[in-house]
């Protein structure tokens, strides 16, 4: 996934176009938020998805990506992450649903995620998905010029397991631009004061996804869905942050 080494600034015109394509993956995950109601199938998800990017003349970024069949990932509950829209699947009341969303706009990319309760959800599931945003926040405070990689990971992680709960080791955000994933990862744990430093110009997607139970996650037969181990919630959101001279900005919002 990171063929490269080489972690590429980003211009002022770059973050521009990632900018236009972060509003764009934001005014779709708000629509796709309202759209997930019970007895909804997650392929219908997925058909509102590319109608809003049609609208809004934006291309998908994750349709076709190393032979993804859809738009969108919809995962349910104990999914983490990557799981496959279909109108088999239907969206029940009290689901914990993630929905993580990207868009190409001038060929450089945008990606988000959010994770949203249908109907009545536990307590418990509202305390993993609060965690989870707020876990996320944490981490893009730590965005700063001269900034380590590592306070990131060491914010989210630090947040997330105070609150009981763990962080997948097996996925990690990344750089994002000219790819979807580039250099460097992100990962959602780690150690403060530690790894590269941030300047201007870096474009990151931060994206915790946050276990109930234990970190561990397996792939489910369609060679995608990814499931809590030990079949446990999970929860997942995810923003394109940029680094620029004025700080960091939130490019999906
Ligand atoms: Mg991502």
Same mark, same amino acid.
């Given at each position: 996934?990171?063929? $490269?080494? $080489?972690?590429?600034?980003? %211009?002022?015109?770059?973050?521009?176009?990632?900018?236009?394509?972060?509003?764009?993956?934001?005014? $779709? *995950?708000?629509?796709?938020?309202?759209?997930?109601?019970?007895?909804?199938?997650?392929?219908?998800?997925?058909?509102? %998805?590319?109608?809003?990017?049609?609208?809004?003349?934006?291309?998908?970024?994750? *349709? &076709?990506?190393?032979?993804?069949?859809?738009?969108?990932?919809?995962?349910?509950?104990?999914?983490?992450?990557?799981?496959?829209?279909?109108?088999?699947?239907?969206?029940?009341?009290?689901? *914990?649903?993630?929905?993580?969303?990207?868009?190409?706009?001038?060929?450089?990319?945008?990606?988000?995620?959010? $994770?949203?309760?249908?109907?009545?959800? %536990?307590?418990?599931?509202?305390? *993993?998905?609060?965690?989870?945003?707020?876990?996320?926040?944490?981490?893009?405070?730590?965005?700063?010029?001269?900034?380590?990689?590592?306070?990131?990971?060491?914010?989210?992680?630090?947040?997330?397991?105070?609150?009981?709960?763990?962080?997948?080791?097996?996925?990690?955000?990344?750089?994002?631009?000219?790819?979807?994933?580039?250099?460097?990862?992100?990962?959602?744990? &780690?150690?403060?004061?530690?790894?590269?430093?941030?300047?201007?110009?870096?474009?990151?997607?931060?994206?915790?996804?946050?276990?109930?139970?234990?970190?561990?996650?397996?792939?489910?037969?369609?060679?995608?869905?990814?499931?809590?181990?030990?079949?446990?919630? %999970?929860?997942?959101?995810?923003?394109?942050?940029?680094?620029?001279?004025?700080?960091?900005?939130?490019?999906?919002?």
């Amino acid at each position: 996934m990171f063929s $490269t080494k $080489t972690i590429e600034l980003k %211009s002022a015109k770059e973050i521009g176009l990632m900018r236009e394509g972060g509003a764009i993956v934001a005014a $779709t *995950l708000r629509v796709l938020s309202e759209a997930a109601r019970a007895g909804v199938s997650t392929g219908e998800l997925d058909r509102i %998805s590319r109608e809003e990017l049609k609208k809004r003349g934006a291309k998908p970024a994750f *349709l &076709g990506y190393h032979g993804f069949p859809a738009a969108l990932c919809v995962s349910i509950n104990n999914e983490v992450v990557h799981g496959i829209p279909s109108e088999k699947r239907k969206i029940k009341d009290g689901d *914990l649903v993630s929905l993580d969303f990207g868009c190409v706009v001038g060929a450089l990319y945008a990606d988000a995620a959010v $994770t949203v309760g249908v109907g009545k959800i %536990s307590p418990a599931a509202q305390k *993993l998905m609060d965690v989870t945003r707020e876990s996320l926040a944490r981490g893009i405070e730590q965005i700063k010029d001269g900034g380590r990689l590592g306070d990131i990971g060491h914010a989210v992680q630090t947040y997330v397991e105070k609150n009981g709960f763990s962080v997948v080791r097996d996925f990690v955000g990344h750089g994002i631009g000219r790819a979807l994933h580039e250099d460097p990862p992100v990962a959602n744990f &780690g150690k403060a004061g530690t790894g590269m430093r941030l300047s201007p110009g870096i474009v990151l997607a931060i994206e915790p996804m946050v276990n109930a139970g234990g970190c561990d996650v397996e792939t489910l037969e369609d060679g995608w869905t990814a499931v809590t181990k030990d079949g446990s919630l %999970s929860a997942h959101f995810e923003h394109t942050i940029a680094l620029t001279e004025k700080g960091a900005e939130i490019l999906t919002i």
